[in-house]
């Protein structure tokens, strides 16, 4: 059996170059940033070269990077800290997100509604476009925070971050977006896109885990979530993860670098899966198809019912993949995204295939012909199923 991973939009492995930067500061250059000797002073120069290379990377300045702990805490710095910080001044501003975005976007906006904000979950369809109409009128009325997801985490369905962050700067709202899955895969740049927040993590470019930045555009106002220390501006107090920062940064940097290169690649590997898949298994669709799509996710809709069985069955052959977003793959429960985009009475089982740094055209073989098999082996959706 060869085992094949395509399970990179849940985690990637950490390239070996950002082990090699990374493994000074977890041994000889051990120091505390904030301490004033040679070996604090070793480590704050250490933080701040991380800072300028992830600025540099996303067109931001270094003073606008707050390094955090991962994507979760990132998105619940913008959402609550914006909504809070907006509060304190005597507002209570409304805050909009799609019906797709990762839980930890929507959970922390259901926490802001028992707060007291008007939340309002716009809908989206497979082709990645909003209810725009919903969100004119949002802005007319009482513009606060939007958070809209550059690249959906269990489809790869690209969202129109440029049309909103421009509607939004127009009306005075402040713009979020969850980029976790697309730095690396697509141009992301806060000089070109006027978005106020952005979330990024290092685990899903390659680099460690438990790493991520939250980009902060000056004057943009933001209350921490933890208190007892003056690092990261105070947005993130605590001692800093110097080996993490060196870590998320020296990624970061790479899938920049690499971009163009990682696009042509993978969208190559999906669309041969994509062709292959399809051609062999009658009445399978390919999620978010008639969208612009970021090229590491291929999400398909298999017409079988029995989808943790699938997964299961793929896992024992050796094929790594998710049932949509890896932090709700095995709970049981549907997908949100699913749901909101197909219904809730779609019946067909989606399994998430992601591509990475590592994948191969063998490994693409292997999944296919694996596929088949283990699909032939489950009894189809009653009544048949239609291609679309």
Aim: hydrophobic fraction near 45%; charged fraction near 20%.
């Amino acid at each position: 059996m060869n085992p094949v991973y395509l399970d990179h939009a849940a985690t990637t492995p950490m390239r070996p170059e950002v082990r090699v930067a990374m493994e000074p500061y977890q041994d000889t250059r051990f120091g505390n940033a904030s301490s004033l000797h040679r070996w604090g002073r070793e480590a704050a120069a250490a933080l701040e070269g991380a800072r300028a290379k992830v600025a540099e990377a996303l067109g931001a300045r270094p003073s606008e990077i707050v390094f955090v702990r991962g994507g979760t805490e990132s998105d619940n710095l913008a959402l609550f800290g914006s909504w809070r910080a907006g509060h304190a001044q005597g507002a209570a501003p409304c805050v909009a997100v799609t019906a797709i975005e990762h839980s930890a976007v929507l959970d922390a906006a259901a926490v802001l509604g028992d707060e007291g904000a008007t939340v309002l979950v716009l809908g989206v369809a497979p082709d990645g476009s909003l209810d725009v109409d919903a969100l004119a009128s949002y802005l007319q009325d009482e513009p606060g925070l939007i958070s809209v997801m550059w690249v959906n985490n269990e489809t790869g369905v690209r969202l129109p971050v440029e049309e909103v962050a421009a509607m939004g700067r127009a009306h005075g709202a402040i713009i979020h977006t969850d980029a976790a899955q697309a730095v690396g895969k697509l141009p992301v740049s806060v000089s070109d896109v006027p978005v106020d927040l952005l979330t990024a993590t290092g685990h899903k470019i390659n680099g460690p885990k438990g790493t991520g930045i939250l980009f902060v555009r000056e004057g943009t106002p933001l209350h921490p979530l933890l208190h007892g220390g003056g690092q990261e501006r105070k947005l993130r107090p605590g001692t800093e993860d110097v080996a993490g920062a060196v870590g998320f940064a020296t990624a970061l940097q790479l899938a920049v670098e690499e971009q163009a290169a990682t696009h042509r690649r993978l969208s190559a590997l999906r669309t041969d899966f994509e062709r292959k898949v399809t051609a062999a298994i009658a009445g399978a669709r390919i999620r978010c198809s008639e969208g612009s799509r970021s090229p590491h996710v291929s999400s398909v809709g298999l017409p079988i019912v029995d989808g943790a069985g699938l997964l299961m069955a793929l896992d024992l052959e050796g094929i790594a993949v998710s049932g949509g977003s890896a932090c709700h793959s095995g709970a049981g429960a549907g997908s949100h995204v699913i749901t909101a985009l197909y219904g809730a009475d779609d019946p067909y089982t989606t399994v998430r295939f992601s591509f990475g740094h590592d994948t191969s055209g063998a490994d693409i073989e292997r999944a296919v012909d694996v596929t088949v098999a283990v699909v032939s082996r489950f009894p189809p959706l009653s009544g048949g199923a239609s291609t679309s």
